[in-house]
T-cell receptor, first 118, second 114 residues
Framework: GAGVSQSPRYKVAKRGQDVALRCDPI?????LFWYQQALGQGPEFLTYFQNEAQLDKSGLPSDRFFAERPEGSVSTLKIQRTQQEDSAVYLCASSSHVVTGGVGEKLFFGSGTQLSVL | AQSVTQLDSQVPVFEEAPVELRCNYSSSVSVYLFWYVQYPNQGLQLLLK??????LVKGINGFEAEFNKSQTSFHLRKPSVHISDTAEYFC????????????FGKGTMLLVSP
């Protein structure tokens, strides 16, 4: 596709439910990032993939969060046993470049998935 | 580790007035600096960036920003705003070398009224 696509656009989950959020990066992009944006906050880094390798998962807030990118293209962020504090917009971004300091100029963001945990 | 401070959560301004959105950063090493804009229900778009060279950088939609190393600031300015500039603006930083992801500020909501 022309841009980064995320689905679903909105997700409502009951507390304790498992959810899966999908990201389709721009075709051929090697780098893929997940960010969490809580209400009134800036995006916060969750995890980074270079192709299928998860090189950094230091931002994942707990072991309930799990991300994968098995074939180096589509990525899924899974949250198990959702809690109310997981309510946020989850942003995916991709880049044709590997991560260096200047990666911010080459990042393309999706519109995000808004997760609401009741 | 780096951090970004955007002191103003909201900036209301009238159409055609000038505006400045403030951004200060903290880092122990040299950094790259960015401004992103987020329109309602859309993803983040890069507005402008400072990587090196001239400290005054120009971006899209008439915005510009000035890098001030001594004050560790990267304020965003526009001489005359339009209604369509109403959006959330995020300042972001990443380290100059090696592995570094983007660190964002909390954002400033620019509200332009007629």
């Amino acid at each position: 596709g022309a841009g980064v696509s995320q689905s679903p656009r909105y997700k409502v989950a009951k507390r304790g439910q498992d959810v899966a959020l999908r990201c389709d990066p721009i075709s051929g992009h090697v780098s893929l990032f997940w960010y969490q944006q809580a209400l009134g906050q800036g995006p916060e880094f969750l995890t980074y993939f270079q192709n299928e390798a998860q090189l950094d998962k230091s931002g994942l807030p707990s072991d309930r969060f799990f991300a994968e990118r098995p074939e180096g293209s589509v990525s899924t962020l899974k949250i198990q046993r959702t809690q109310q504090e997981d309510s946020a917009v989850y942003l995916c971004a991709s880049s044709s470049h590997v991560v260096t300091g200047g990666v911010g100029e080459k990042l393309f963001f999706g519109s995000g998935t808004q997760l609401s945990v009741l | 580790a780096q951090s970004v401070t955007q002191l103003d959560s909201q900036v209301p301004v009238f159409e055609e007035a000038p505006v400045e959105l403030r951004c200060n950063y903290s880092s122990s090493v040299s950094v790259y600096l960015f401004w992103y804009v987020q329109y309602p229900n859309q993803g983040l778009q890069l507005l402008l960036k400072y990587l090196s060279g001239s400290t005054l950088v120009k971006g899209i939609n008439g915005f510009e920003a000035e890098f001030n190393k001594s004050q560790t600031s990267f304020h965003l300015r526009k001489p005359s705003v339009h209604i369509s500039d109403t959006a959330e603006y995020f300042c972001a930083v990443s380290e100059l070398s090696g592995y570094s992801t983007l660190t964002f500020g909390k954002g400033t909501m620019l509200l332009v009224s007629p």
